[in-house]
């Protein structure tokens, strides 16, 4: 069995058919392990303006929060920025110890010494997979990192698909199928990636889903990794209840968080791991940090201490994360209203600061645009929107399907002050620079009608 990740239609395994009897359009033989997504790297055509560009190097950073710094957080930076020395591999005490608290609040418990930290997710994840042994499965779609990080530790990898009512958890009957077909084919499914509240999809699984996909998960012998970045993003957090895995598979569960998400600049790249408190995590940690230290992927000093402080969620910081979200709900549901009225389907964006867009309703309008897959849709919805619009390609998901992630940052402001009047208005659709923004936004999809 070829060490590939799952290119073909969403469920379907490399040699294997997909959904309905489809097979692969290129047998695992033809395919090197550590090729990139179909089409990639096709040849830029003729007459186009655009450079063809890879998933990796070229891959879509974040969606842009479209927000200032927090003025607290820039001074206690500030304060720090005489600190010469990085922290030490993992992060120092009073990082480790913040972010141990903070996972306290939250109701996972745990130690400080079970905690890593590292200079952003791409490499904290990257020592997690390593750390790990076998095979590396996640859902489709899923976060634009993920798969490069398993290809570039050489492990074969698989696509999940997801069930129709979110993203981010697989299905657990095609985890089981995936689980036992790759078994069948001499393949060793050790991990499990999955995101609660998930990039690309911006939605949050339900409970009953999250316990379900875990207890398959676990059943059979799979290490879960839950990537908790957008958690503390949730647009309305008194009505969405959101189960972390660790809190019903306390001992199998690493929980991972980019601070970007929620609690600091991306420009400040830290990212924090909790480890289950057991000998056979010990292990896994202490791997994990000597990854770390070998790829010499240490915190900086001052954004260490900014991190901390951010991680202790004083007032100013819950504020900023309570007006941010309430901000994201007004915005990013205008947007959605805006999709869907060209004929375009999107799920309701529930948290994160962007909505995932299926255009495929409007296939033939955009074929008749030059736009035949999703590769193409990228770069015409970039150029129209003045934005970045990473196409579902980017996130695992078809070539062919017409899906995109549409950031809604820029909506927001195009300056500081801008943001900041945003931020603090009590009805920010009203306010002239996001209307208008709103606008010109709907008015790129109404032109696919």
């Known amino acids: 069995m070829q060490g590939t990740e799952d290119t073909g239609p969403p469920g379907s395994l490399p040699g294997g058919p997909g959904p309905a009897g489809q097979d692969r359009t290129r047998p695992p033989e033809d395919r090197p392990a550590h090729a990139p997504d179909e089409g990639a790297r096709r040849p830029a055509r003729p007459g186009r303006a655009h450079e063809d560009h890879g998933p990796v190097r070229y891959g879509p950073p974040a969606p842009d929060p479209g927000l ?85 530790l050489g492990r074969p990898a698989y ?34 990636l999955l995101s609660v509240v998930d990039d690309p999809t911006a939605t949050v699984a339900p409970p009953e889903l999250v316990r379900e996909a875990c207890e398959a998960a676990v059943g059979e012998g799979l290490h879960i990794v839950s990537d908790e970045t957008w958690r503390d993003t949730v647009h309305r957090p008194r009505d969405t209840v959101l189960l972390s895995p660790a809190e019903m598979c306390p001992d199998d569960v690493t929980v991972i968080a980019d601070l970007s998400g929620a609690l600091v600049p991306s420009a400040w790249p830290v990212a924090v791991a909790r480890f289950p408190d057991t000998s056979r995590a010990a292990v896994r940690h202490a791997r994990t940090l000597d990854i770390l230290t070998a790829l010499g992927a240490l915190v900086a000093g001052p954004v260490a201490h900014a991190a901390a402080h951010a991680l202790g969620e004083p007032d100013s910081v819950r504020e900023r994360i309570r007006r941010a979200a309430a901000l994201q709900t007004e915005v990013a549901a205008a947007a959605h209203r805006a999709v869907l009225g060209s004929g375009a389907l999107a799920r309701p964006p529930q948290a994160g600061r962007h909505l995932y867009a299926d255009l495929g309703p409007l296939r033939s309008r955009l074929a008749d645009l030059g736009v035949t897959d999703s590769m193409e849709l990228e770069e015409y919805l970039t150029d129209r929107l003045g934005a970045p619009a990473p196409g579902g390609h980017r996130f695992g998901d078809e070539l062919g399907a017409l899906r995109v992630r549409l950031g809604t940052g820029p909506l927001l402001g195009a300056t500081p002050q801008q943001q900041t009047e945003s931020l603090a208005a009590a009805k920010p659709l009203e306010l002239p620079h996001v209307a208008r923004a709103l606008e010109e936004f709907a008015a790129v999809f109404a032109d696919l009608r």
């Open 159 to 192: 696509h999940v698909p997801t069930p129709a009512e979110c993203g981010g958890v697989p299905d657990p009957y095609a985890l089981l199928e995936t689980v036992r077909r790759v078994r069948a084919e001499g393949g060793r499914p050790k991990l499990l």
């Open 68 to 152: 200032p710094v927090l003025p607290e957080l820039a001074a206690v930076l500030a304060a720090a920025s005489a600190r010469t020395r990085p922290e030490p591999p993992g992060g120092g005490p009073v990082l480790r110890e913040a972010a141990r608290g903070y996972w306290d609040r939250r109701g996972l418990h745990g130690t400080a010494g079970g905690i890593a930290a590292a200079p952003g997710a791409q490499p904290l994840l990257l020592a997690l997979v390593g750390a790990h042994g076998g095979d590396v499965l996640m859902p489709r779609p899923c976060p634009a990192a993920w798969m490069p990080q398993a290809r570039l």
